[in-house]
């Protein structure tokens, strides 16, 4: 969601230069400066973003534009290659060996619960795992149900507490749960935080 939101934010910024014939210095800072907004409203560190920035103002200030490419999709090009070169380009997968837990966090709406039952159910196929989804939204109580409902579609059982609000205990007395059980995957969904809300934070 936030990533989508994010490109989107980043093709409005490419549309607005799309027309010029080169891309000068005035048009760069422009653009770049709706960047540099858009990733740290993204919540991109400040230091990537600077660096990020400068990269792409370097590689694109006189750019003579071919004419079989427009300057939106040359400074699209440059943009690619500078977050290859950020992210890397080896794609190493997710190998957890051993007993490990994985915790979801994220903002309200992101995708927290769905995405649980997703890793569980990959992991479950594709290394074998013996996974054990938590449900650790004690605020909202449709959230466990939401997870009961995916954990049995996927056939992975949920560990929850309804009566308790205390998430350390529940997630202690889940991890002891687990490992008496065979468990060698533990999988925590946690509540979503907003920006406002000082406690979750």
Not at 11 to 36: A, H, P, V, Y
Not at 120 to 144: F, H, S, T
Not at 170 to 190: C, H, M, Q, S, V
Request: no cysteine; charged share 30%.
């Amino acid at each position: 969601m936030a990533f989508e939101l994010l490109g989107d934010k980043l093709q409005g910024i490419l549309k607005k230069i799309k027309g010029q014939s080169r891309l000068t210095e005035e048009n760069m800072d422009e653009m770049l400066k709706e960047i540099r907004i858009s990733l740290l409203e993204a919540d991109v560190n400040f230091k990537v973003v600077k660096e990020f920035v400068n990269n792409i103002k370097e590689k694109s200030l006189g750019l003579d534009v071919s004419k079989s490419l427009s300057p939106g999709q040359m400074i699209f090009k440059i943009i690619k290659d500078e977050l290859v070169v950020l992210l890397g380009d080896e794609n190493k997968g997710l190998d957890i060996s051993g007993f490990s837990s994985l915790m979801l966090v994220g903002l309200q709406g992101s995708g927290k619960t769905t995405s649980a039952a997703k890793l569980a159910y990959y992991l479950m196929n594709k290394q074998n795992k013996k996974p054990l989804l938590v449900g650790l939204d004690v605020y909202r109580p449709a959230a466990i149900d939401q997870l009961i409902n995916l954990g049995e579609s996927i056939g992975v059982e949920v560990y929850f507490d309804r009566e308790s609000k205390d998430v350390v205990d529940i997630a202690k007395r889940a991890e002891a749960y687990a490992r008496e059980k065979g468990f060698n995957l533990i999988i925590y969904d946690t509540a979503g935080r907003l920006h406002i809300d000082e406690t979750l934070m």
